[in-house]
């Protein structure tokens, strides 16, 4: 099996799969029950933040567990809208956000928010000039991703995040679902007020996750119950959960300081054995990209195809982002670059983890030729 896919998910590390199997057998109390068993398992909770803030060199209290970024974006947007909509109604972000980012403003539409979506040029990079100048009195919220989960460019956050800071009436959250253990993000001082991240596509578990989120910062819950998670996420914790996600954020992050010239190799290979097929386009720009994503387009051949021959030899690639690729078939990031109805629409996505080989790549390169190739045969 050759995966390619990791922008979608990622293998699970055997040491991530052990702590969540070795924190549920033996910590498996509630741990806001009193007794004994319910005082190991919130010291252990406890243990948890403390080791993740500790890795993102920020403060314990700043760290929420969460189910993921579907719900960490959900939190950080509509708990910042609801809480502060007394004070204004504007948000900014951009044409090319996740699902989770995108259709968590448009919901806020009809709840009356007024929502600024920034363009993108054709690397699929916002204009920090056209951001600072889109600021209003009544601006509440910046949401911008830091690396896009389906062409891999990177936005200027830390420019982003010194506009941020001479308006200290907005928040500033960051999506960085696709960037963490690729590209380094400071968190600290930056800024930022708000960060998401997954534990699936960093080597973790589904349904684990992390929002940073400063001492500053005031969010109205979406979830009322029990008050755990400084009361911002009610609900009895995924303990085992937590604990793998820390396990899986120091292991990527070692990775990250340690394999990614590797990474950035692999890409440049990739890259140049794409540019010499035949009638394949890159949609993803070689200068303002992360290393792990790769998108192209083969005009006149539907992805889903190509996806399918590949699939029966064991490799496996996307088209879009996995929460939205069984919708429409053009791709909203490709075509708010400026690229033409035939490029996003036939838009596929390679998306690498340290893991992945050299050979791996070489073998897919052959493949994806026979197949382009077996195609237009057909098609002839």
């Known amino acids: 099996m050759i995966y390619l896919d990791n922008s979608a998910t990622t293998k699970p590390h055997p040491d991530v799969l052990n702590s969540f199997h070795q924190v549920s057998e033996r910590f498996f109390a509630n741990p806001s029950s009193i007794h004994q068993l319910g005082g190991e398992a919130e010291k252990l909770l406890q243990k948890a933040k403390q080791q993740a803030a500790q890795i993102l060199l920020v403060d314990e209290d700043e760290i929420i567990f969460t189910s ?58 916002i204009s920090v000039t056209e951001l600072e100048n889109a600021i209003r009195h009544d601006t509440i919220l910046i949401s911008i991703m830091h690396v896009n989960n389906e062409i891999g460019s990177v936005q200027p956050i830390e420019e982003i995040g010194e506009i941020a800071k001479k308006h200290p009436k907005l928040s500033f959250h960051v999506d960085h679902v696709q960037g963490l253990g690729k590209i380094s993000l400071k968190l600290a001082n930056s800024g930022i007020d708000l960060c998401t991240m997954s534990g699936h596509k960093v080597h973790g578990l589904k349904g684990t996750g992390i929002l940073y989120s400063n001492k500053r910062t005031k969010l109205f819950p979406l979830f009322h119950g029990g008050e755990q998670e400084r009361s911002i996420r009610s609900g009895t914790e995924n303990l085992a959960g937590a604990v793998a996600m820390v396990k899986a954020l120091r292991l990527i992050k070692d990775r990250e300081k340690n394999e990614r010239n590797s990474l950035e190799v692999l890409n440049h290979y990739l890259r140049t054995e794409l540019e010499q097929i035949q009638g394949v386009y890159l949609n993803t720009s070689p200068d303002t990209a992360a290393p792990h994503i790769l998108n192209f ?65 070489g073998t897919f390169i052959i493949k994806l030729k026979e197949a382009i190739q077996q195609l237009k045969e057909v098609m002839e």
């Open 68 to 125: 993921g970024g579907t719900e960490g974006n959900n939190i950080a947007i509509k708990g910042i809208a609801l809480e502060h909509q007394g004070r204004g109604k504007h948000i900014i972000t951009s044409q090319i956000e996740h699902p989770s980012v995108f259709e968590a403003c448009k919901s806020l539409e009809k709840l009356g928010f007024e929502v600024t979506y920034l363009p993108v040029n054709e690397n699929g990079i």
């Open 297 to 361: 387009s083969v005009p006149g051949i539907k992805p889903e195809v190509i996806i399918h021959m590949l699939g029966e030899q064991g490799i496996y690639i996307s088209t879009k982002s996995a929460c939205s690729s069984k919708q429409l078939d053009e791709s909203r990031i490709v075509s708010a670059c400026g690229f033409k109805q035939e490029r996003s629409t036939s838009a596929l996505r390679v998306s690498l983890s340290y893991d992945n080989t050299k050979e791996e790549v």
